[in-house]
């Protein structure tokens, strides 16, 4: 069989190139090691972890805030098992739409592990053991990236887990220990936390979610605590141990000899993911990789061998699915003759925790290290009649503008609904509008989107209306 574009790997990434191939006319196979499509996003990633966000985060609200609402709940408790069959039935569905997606575009789907036998033959091993050769004109590689777990912190995937295995913890345990203050440790923390698991997070730097703006990662540390999470920030971990149904976390103070240790029920390993290129047979395509273990690829995300592409967690760059996604749109446009652009400064980053958090564009701390002029306007959801109204009151908004020209150079926002607001500013700053321009836009009232425009006008002249 000869294919115009073959795709290994069914993420977000290596998905959406098959369809955008298809549609341009590309005869295209894709490639899945897993009985599913969707690869880690839409199986253990995004959809699964925000399943259980939103569940968690309704029963907190009837928890804690129900009464203030006035409305009294008896015998309010968790049914954990229900949450994660839930979220196992979003996941399905979202799964399955996309082998009806497959088959709308004609797209045909080969399940086994893909490894190069050269550069446009490749070899799909199934799980029964057989084996099929297919031919391909260009190559998309798309195989994302798996958990790292260093050899210390004896990874047995039943108490020292990673997000794979809490995805699917059907008790609320008592005590969880989770290594790295990033993405992941604070979104699933923040999950068990809400129903009730004391989470002490061990995080090595001096804050958490360093990626992002400074100001948001302090407001987030200020709700997250109040929620109950205990942070050991400039902590690393030297060690684990199981001990029956425990786990003892052995922590050192960074740069010094203090060291204490954690029991818990589990503990969960989030320090970040590595690209996985495993039995891909790379060798046999001669594509390389650089230090990290990433493919290396050039600015068409080619590899360096001609007719082989790259995207997605496999690449440098964010891992993220909205990232992979756009990857995919890029290379299956390239391959057909386009000129696409992926502008990578206005990729949101988002955390879901609640308040939210999201920013685009440049942090405060990136114009200051790039002496590029800024001003700063600010704007805190208490002084917002629709925060309030919803008792949803932590956080800010804050957006950057360039001093003289008063371009938007950066948004970063904790909040509520963060994670959809900033499309707003995605939209402006892909327009490359100024401050003025946001604040003279009429923005429905009373939403959230207000504290975007008076932190907009607090940056056009310190002009916002409500504070
Ligand atoms: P993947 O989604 O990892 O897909 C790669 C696929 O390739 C896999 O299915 C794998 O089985 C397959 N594969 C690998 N090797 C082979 C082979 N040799 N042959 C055949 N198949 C192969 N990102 C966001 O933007 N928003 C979120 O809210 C978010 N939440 C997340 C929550 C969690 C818990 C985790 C772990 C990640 C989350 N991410 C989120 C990150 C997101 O999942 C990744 O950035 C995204 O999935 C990367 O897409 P990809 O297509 O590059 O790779
Ligand atoms: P991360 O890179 O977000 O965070 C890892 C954290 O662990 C960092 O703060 C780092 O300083 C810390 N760390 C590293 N080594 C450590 C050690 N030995 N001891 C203590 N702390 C240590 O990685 P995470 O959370 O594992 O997520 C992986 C990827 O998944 C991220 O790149 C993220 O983009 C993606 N993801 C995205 C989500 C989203 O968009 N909402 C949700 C979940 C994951």
């Keep these: 069989m000869t294919y115009d574009v073959v795709v290994i790997g069914s993420g977000p990434g290596g ?95 080969f399940t086994g592990h893909g490894s190069f036998v050269s550069p446009t033959r490749i070899r799909i091993a199934k799980a029964d053991g057989s084996t099929t050769e297919i031919e391909a004109a260009r190559v998309i590689i798309a195989t994302g990236s798996k958990p790292i777990t260093p050899a210390v912190f004896q990874y047995d995937k039943k108490r020292v887990i990673t997000s794979t295995e809490a995805l699917q913890i059907d008790q609320v345990p008592k005590s969880m ?19 009730g698991t004391k989470i002490d997070v061990v995080e090595f730097l001096d804050r958490i979610i360093p990626g992002m703006d400074t100001d948001c990662s302090k407001e987030l540390t200020r709700s997250l605590k109040k929620l109950g999470m205990q942070f050991h920030l400039g902590h690393a971990v030297t060690g684990v141990q199981t001990k029956g149904k425990k786990v003892l976390v052995e922590v050192q103070k960074r740069d010094s000899e203090d060291k204490f240790t954690l029991e818990a029920d589990y503990c969960l390993v989030a320090i970040g993911r590595r690209p996985y290129t495993d039995g891909l047979g790379l060798e046999n395509a001669g594509v390389i990789t650089d230090d990290k273990g990433r493919i290396e690829v050039d600015e068409h995300l080619q590899t360096n061998v001609k007719g082989i592409y790259a995207i997605g967690d496999v690449i440098k760059g964010a891992m993220l699915a909205h990232k992979a996604e756009e990857e995919g749109v890029f290379v299956a446009e390239t391959i057909a003759g386009q000129k696409p652009h992926i502008d990578y400064n206005l990729i949101p980053g988002v955390v879901y925790t609640w308040p939210e958090v999201a920013g685009v564009g440049r942090t405060e701390e990136q114009l200051k290290a790039e002496s590029i002029p800024y001003k700063t306007g600010k704007f805190p959801f208490k002084a917002l009649g629709r925060a309030r109204a919803s008792m949803d009151v932590d956080g800010m908004v804050k957006v950057l503008a360039h001093a003289t020209t008063d371009e938007i150079l950066g948004v970063h926002m904790v909040g509520p609904r963060a994670a959809d607001m900033i499309a707003e500013a995605v939209a402006l700053m892909e327009f490359r509008a100024s401050a003025e321009d946001a604040a003279r836009m009429s923005h429905a009232h009373p939403t959230y989107t207000e504290a975007f425009r008076e932190a907009a006008l607090a940056a056009t002249d310190n002009r916002a209306i409500h504070v």
């Design 15 to 109: 998905y959406v190139a098959a369809i955008r191939a298809a549609q341009l006319g590309q005869k295209t196979a894709i490639i899945e090691r897993y009985n599913t499509l969707g690869g880690t996003c839409l199986n253990v990633g995004c959809i699964p972890s925000k399943a259980l966000l939103d569940s968690s985060e309704h029963y907190h609200n009837a928890a804690e805030k129900f009464t203030q609402h006035g409305i009294d709940v008896k015998g309010l408790s968790v049914n954990m098992k229900q949450m994660v069959q839930r979220k196992n039935e979003v996941v399905d569905q979202t799964v399955k739409g996309l082998d009806f997606l497959m088959k709308k575009n004609k797209i045909d789907v």
């Design 177 to 195: 220990v989770v290594i790295g203050g990033g993405v992941i440790g604070l979104e699933l923390g923040s999950v068990f936390a809400r129903l």
